[in-house]
């Protein structure tokens, strides 16, 4: 037998340990294993080669999976958690009463305020109808006679302009979050690392 | 009922069931850690790695291409923060420095053996470090393949496709670097 057909047999060996060696292989194999001392010697070298490998792999911590786990972070392919639009409603409508309340503690201004208020809601409709020069207007003026009217009025305006503004910027961010998980999903699937 | 495939739980992960995530944690934490001990030397270091690299997996996870091995997919994080580990480490990969009585190194090992007594646990210290400076020794690309394929039990196809070579080298290396561990070891494989 030459040293080449040698070797190959040997290289069979050695798959043969890791359970890679085609059934047609495995059968030759076995065949030239009967009449070749060396092949044998070689065979069992192999396995207990394998077996000390085995033998010698390190104990993982019980608690390793417990504290993977737990401290998993929020991926961004997560969905993002719905703002539920009750919340939302909530907060709008504590602001409107929080101001409207400011606004009826102020001394003899109850029924100037009720007009002010409605003139306000009645240019907010028009501006929706496209006469939006005219509304601002509007807007402008009852603004302006509603400031006038006390300081706890102004900071009424105050406050639900901050209130207003805090709920535009929530509203924002929660559709550029959405955009970018999106487009991350549509990304390429190199490594993450 | 047959096990889900790894592929199949990550699908599965990414429509919303996230606690399903322990399945891949519990199939791949022995096969990461005896992994990243080996290139890493060290048991503690090697635990807290295993844990980042899951947290990498999992944040991933929607950029895994299903038509490639799971498996492939994983080992190939675990090998570039390995990597990024030993840079800042400054540890090269090939050490013959022995660490015996590190905290948390090979002193803490519970070696499964038949035989009691002190001796018997001297002796398979002795086998332990061995092996360890046995890998150690070997060429690069050899030492890869063997802890990937005995530590990682990466099939030899998941190791072709890892390191992007044609499956007949990865079989060439593997039989030539376990003819090189036999040969470092001669001494452990007698009766």
């Known amino acids: 037998m030459s040293d080449l ?3 190959r047999y040997e290289e069979w060996l050695d798959l043969d340990q890791d359970g890679g060696l085609p059934e047609e292989d495995e059968t030759r194999l076995a065949a030239h294993l009967a009449e070749c001392p ?20 390190v104990d993982v911590r019980a608690e390793l999976c417990q504290s ?19 919340r939302v409603a909530a907060i709008a409508s504590a602001v409107v009463i929080l101001a409207s309340a400011l606004v009826f503690w102020g001394e003899g201004a109850l029924p100037a305020t009720v007009s002010a208020v409605g003139d306000f809601l009645t240019t907010s409709i028009l501006a929706g109808a496209g006469l939006l020069a005219a509304s601002w207007h509007g807007v402008g003026a009852t603004v302006d006679s509603w400031l006038r009217l006390s300081i706890p009025n102004l900071l009424a305006s105050g406050a639900m302009v901050v209130g207003l503004n805090l709920l535009l910027f929530r509203l924002l ?12 999903r549509r990304g390429s699937r190199d490594d993450p690392s | 009922m047959s096990q889900p495939t790894d592929e199949e739980l990550v699908a599965t992960i990414l429509e919303g069931e996230s606690h399903l ?3 891949i944690v519990k199939r791949y934490q022995g096969r990461v850690v005896n992994y990243l001990y080996r290139l890493l030397h060290d048991l503690e270091e090697a635990h ?3 844990q980042e690299v899951f947290f990498r997996v999992y944040r991933a996870l929607d950029r895994f291409d299903a038509d490639y091995k799971f498996s492939t997919w994983f080992f ?3 090998q570039n923060a390995a990597i990024d580990q030993v840079r800042k480490r400054r540890l090269k990969l090939v050490s013959i420095h022995r660490r015996d009585g590190q905290e948390g190194g090979r002193g803490d090992w519970d070696f499964p053996t038949h035989e009691p007594g002190p001796y018997s646990r001297l002796r398979n210290q002795e086998r332990g470090d061995a092996i360890q400076q046995a890998i150690d020794e070997l060429p690069g690309e050899y030492r890869e393949l063997i802890v990937l394929r005995h530590f990682g039990e990466l099939s030899y196809e998941e190791i072709a496709q890892l390191k992007e070579m044609p499956l007949g080298t990865v079989k060439n290396k593997l039989f030539r670097g376990r003819q090189m561990l036999k040969g470092k070891l001669a001494d452990f494989l007698v009766d």
Do not use: I, K, N
Not at chain 1, 42 to 55: I, K, T, V
Not at chain 1, 71 to 80: F, N, V, Y
């Open chain 2, 76 to 78: 190939r994080v675990a």
């Open chain 1, 38 to 57: 060396e092949c044998q010697r070689q065979r069992e070298g192999l396995a207990r080669l394998h077996h000390l490998m085995r033998s010698h792999r």
């Open chain 1, 68 to 86: 993977v786990l737990q401290e998993l972070p929020r991926a961004p392919w997560e969905t993002p958690q719905e703002q539920p639009w009750g």
């Open chain 1, 5 to 7: 057909e040698h070797t």
């Open chain 2, 48 to 50: 807290d790695l295993a």
């Open chain 1, 173 to 184: 961010r929660r559709r550029g979050r959405l955009a970018s998980v999106a487009g991350r």
């Open chain 2, 21 to 23: 995530y322990a399945e």
